[in-house]
């Protein structure tokens, strides 16, 4: 974890968050389901992910990267979830970096700010294709609320059928 900075998303990071966030996702998708992914990477990108600033901005939230020297190796996003919460979005770490504790640390990060804003309580979702997220959430205190089948896309989900699972954390 040496080497590795937590800092707030800049202009110039826009282009390795977009390709991380596609490459991440194209990682995800099932055989079955590339075609699903490929439409819930098209919505994101045009909804969310090209336009970061304003549509955390336009949410009072906050999005931050993980950068190693010059590579971004993570990414993550908080939006509030109504008066007493934040929701986690975005948490995603390049392939190519993941068991170093970068996700527990950027988890940790996400924590750390929801209290500065007197936000005490963080909520995030995650989708059954993500067993390692999955493991952190658990590992971390993270209460399970409740389960879905996420039938209708949207940019929080691809839909299509996938089992989501709804956490908490009471900070």
């Not at 900075?5 to 596609?22: G, H, Q, S």
């Not at 045009?46 to 190796?73: H, K, L, S």
């Not at 109504?82 to 527990?104: C, K, S, T």
Request: charged share 30%.
């Amino acid at each position: 974890m040496d080497g590795i900075e937590i800092r707030d998303f800049a202009p110039d990071d826009a282009a390795a968050v977009r390709a991380l966030f596609i490459r991440v996702n194209r990682l995800l998708a099932p055989a079955d389901m590339r075609d699903a992914f490929e439409g819930y990477i098209v919505r994101s990108l045009t909804e969310e992910i090209d336009r970061i600033a304003d549509y955390y901005g336009e949410r009072n939230g906050g999005f931050w990267v993980v950068a190693a020297g010059a590579d971004i190796i993570g990414m993550f996003g908080l939006e509030p979830a109504g008066d007493a919460a934040m929701e986690l979005r975005r948490m995603y770490v390049d392939p190519d970096a993941r068991r170093r504790g970068i996700a527990r640390r950027m988890l940790d990060f996400a924590e750390q700010e929801c209290r500065r804003r007197s936000r005490f309580r963080m909520d995030l979702s995650t989708s059954a294709l993500q067993r390692e997220a999955l493991a952190l959430y658990r590992s971390s205190g993270y209460e399970l609320v409740r389960e879905e089948i996420a039938d209708t896309a949207s940019n929080k989900t691809l839909g299509g059928g996938i089992r989501r699972y709804h956490f908490t954390k009471a900070l």
